[in-house]
Nanobody, 121 residues
Framework: QVQLVESGGGLVQPGGSLRLSCAASGSTLDYVAIGWFRQAPGKEREGIICISSSDDSSVKGRFTISRDNVKNTVYLQMNSLKPEDTALYYC???????????????????WGQGTQVTVSS
């Protein structure tokens, strides 16, 4: 059973950047799909960006996901941050997600506790 721990969140000014980390233990991330999600107060959890088990990285606008199989860690690089990016950010894995599918939270499991990102001046 894989356990995921997110880190790297914090307070950042609008326009700034952050890199979040998702460290896995208990199992390798080599053969699973991985996603980053977020949930703002009063809103549903939403998918930001996901990659299939055969992909190492992907870019979607201001967000880049990448995996380091040696460190068994996944990263989320976020640039040009906006106040509306404020949320609790989670990583999760999936055995079903395929490339070009919608990054739906229902497909993912083994959720971490999340890391808070606050974008404010």
């Amino acid at each position: 059973q894989v356990q995921l721990v997110e880190s790297g969140g914090g307070l950042v000014q609008p326009g700034g950047s952050l890199r979040l980390s998702c460290a896995a233990s208990g199992s390798t991330l080599d053969y699973v799909a991985i996603g980053w999600f977020r949930q703002a107060p009063g809103k549903e959890r939403e998918g930001i960006i996901c990659i299939s088990s055969s992909d190492d990285s992907s870019v979607k606008g201001r967000f880049t996901i990448s995996r380091d199989n040696v460190k068994n860690t996944v990263y989320l690089q976020m640039n040009s941050l906006k106040p509306e990016d404020t949320a609790l950010y989670y990583c999760a894995i999936s055995y079903d997600f395929r490339s070009n599918w919608y990054c739906a939270p229902v497909l993912f499991g083994s959720w971490g506790q999340g890391t808070q990102v606050t974008v404010s001046s």
